[in-house]
């Protein structure tokens, strides 16, 4: 063999490989099957002195590494019969001892898991780290082996162990149930983020400088002047960071530039837009972003599935004047979307939009966590809740408190206002209503170039989707931003709208003084 010849990454691979017999890497956390009866599936390997030891005793050794691309995440074989394949079947005689190693080559947070045998290898972060598992098998059958990670699988990485005759008659990635996946989670105990012991909970909510993921509804570029279509560049990065969720409460959020939701991005018709999405280096998860305003493949996320530490970019002409969400579009897209990452763009017709005194940019979205709604510290996420559409959180800009206490908006009496209101979702429609206002102009489905509705109390928008609601206000108080479907504002989901100025008795008067909202 000539190395001159072989992929430098290939050469890399095999001396990874071979420094993993060497050192002796064999998980610790390897749980094996402890049935006692005859039908014993998997005999549990005697410990030995070395991982040395172990590696010379097993009949057939198999490596994958992990495989980020176009076309989804997989496993890859290296060396041997399985060298380049994606998601090989492992081939294994009855009683093999199997030792199978597993690479990660993008940089992502992966493990491999056979459930049916009680074989998994430790969840691993870093680029060409590994670990690797050693078993036997002794019945004929074929075990499917995947990621664990939520929406891994489902984005390719499943594979077949198949051991003596057996007969694979389901490819890997076929579909799963949702009810299956729940079931596997749960066996599983899997949360995304480690689990965190009571003591570190309590300093976690002790700590006075978390991060606030709060976006002020603010927070958005002003009107554009007339002018013809020009090329537009945003550069974005997905960062993932622990943010206060509530008084006392964290949550690790995944989020674009570090607010909930992303950055407001505003273009004009005709437009071309060079969208940059980075990857922070310290990030655990890939990452991209599919923008409803897109035509073209995934809305850009086909090619912008970013690796931590790395960049991708694609442009798209603005053809159609609208306001539309963007989101996260790497599985499980919902638990991207869930944990913060969604955001709006607007597309103006050529004419622009009508003018008004006040602009504000509003998103609603769901968060799934184990513990209760109202708990203290630090929260994990819980993907059985998020399968069975169960949140704990409704929130208006990504926490509890985000538009009461940290950002109440603010107009005065006789001025115009505009709320840009969008829903990241994933799961829930919003009966979106202010209460003690009514909404003179709606453009419904965020349709800018139809004819709005007028006079409307609520408007419906959908997960993924938004709308754009114009209204006066005449009156001085402080007006509630709700979904209508009022337990919701119980976990979270509210927002003020502070109007000063003098009292108007011709359109609202009372002997009584205003004790608040009235809510």
Not at 8 to 15: A, E, G, Q, S, V
Not at 265 to 281: M, P, Q, S, W, Y
Not at 414 to 438: A, D, K, L, Y
Request: hydrophobic share 35%; charged share 20%.
């Amino acid at each position: 063999m000539h190395l001159k010849n072989i992929h430098p990454t290939k050469i890399l691979i095999l001396f990874l490989i071979t420094l993993l017999v060497l050192t002796g890497c064999t998980s610790t956390e390897t749980s094996l099957s402890e049935q006692t009866d005859q039908d014993q599936v998997v005999d549990s390997l005697p410990e030995t002195a070395s991982g040395q030891e172990a590696s010379q005793a097993a009949d057939v050794t198999f490596t994958l590494i992990t495989t980020l691309g176009s076309s989804g995440m997989a496993f890859e074989g290296v060396g041997g019969v399985i060298d380049g394949v994606v998601n090989p079947d492992l081939l294994v005689s009855p009683g093999d001892i199997v030792e199978l190693i597993l690479i990660n080559g993008d940089g992502i947070e992966h493990d491999v898991t056979i459930p049916d045998i009680g074989v998994h290898t430790k969840h691993i972060t870093k680029k060409d780290a590994s670990d690797q598992v050693t078993f036997s098998v002794e019945a004929d059958g074929v075990y499917n082996y995947y990621c664990s990670l939520p929406g891994h699988r489902q984005a390719g990485m499943q594979g077949n162990l198949v051991v003596g005759n057996a007969v694979v008659d389901q490819k890997p990635g076929s579909a799963v149930e949702p009810e299956e996946q729940a079931a596997a989670a749960h066996e599983e105990g899997y949360t995304s983020q480690p689990e965190t012991s009571e003591a570190e909970t309590n300093e976690a909510a002790q700590q006075s400088e978390i991060a606030s993921v709060v976006r002020d509804p603010i927070d958005l570029p002003a009107p554009l002047e007339a002018r013809g279509p020009e090329n537009i560049r945003y550069d974005i990065e997905a960062v993932e960071l622990e943010g206060q969720l509530a008084d006392g409460t964290t949550y690790t959020y995944w989020t674009f530039d570090s607010k909930v939701p992303g950055p407001f991005l505003r273009v004009r018709a005709g437009d071309t837009v060079e969208i940059h999405l980075k990857n922070r280096e310290d990030s655990t998860m890939a990452h991209s972003i599919d923008l409803h305003a897109v035509t073209g493949p995934g809305g850009g996320a086909a090619v912008t599935q970013v690796a931590p530490g790395e960049e991708k970019w694609f442009s798209f002409q603005a053809l159609n004047p609208g306001l539309y969400v963007y989101h996260c579009a790497t599985p499980m897209v919902a638990h991207h979307i869930a944990n913060g990452m969604y955001g709006l763009i607007l597309v103006e017709p050529e004419e622009g939009l009508p003018e008004v005194d006040r602009e504000f940019y509003v998103m609603q979205g769901e968060l799934y966590t184990q513990e209760p709604f109202g708990s203290k510290g630090q929260q994990q996420f819980d993907v059985n809740k998020l399968l069975a559409e169960q949140p704990e959180y409704f929130l208006f800009n990504g926490a509890v408190g985000a538009l009461t206490n940290e950002y109440p908006m603010h107009a005065n009496v006789g001025e115009t206002v505009r709320i840009f209101f969008g829903v990241g979702g994933p799961n829930f429609t919003s009966s979106f209503h202010v209460i003690g206002e009514i909404f003179d102009h709606v453009y419904d489905q965020a349709s800018i170039t139809s004819n709005p509705l007028t006079d409307v109390q609520t408007t419906l928008v959908p997960a993924g989707g938004a709308t754009v609601v114009d209204f006066g206000v005449e009156v001085p108080g402080r007006y509630i931003l709700v979904d209508h479907a009022l337990s919701r504002a119980e976990r979270g989901l509210t927002g003020y709208l502070v109007v000063e100025g003098d009292p108007v008795p011709e359109i609202f008067f009372s002997e009584e003084t205003p004790g608040g909202d009235g809510h």
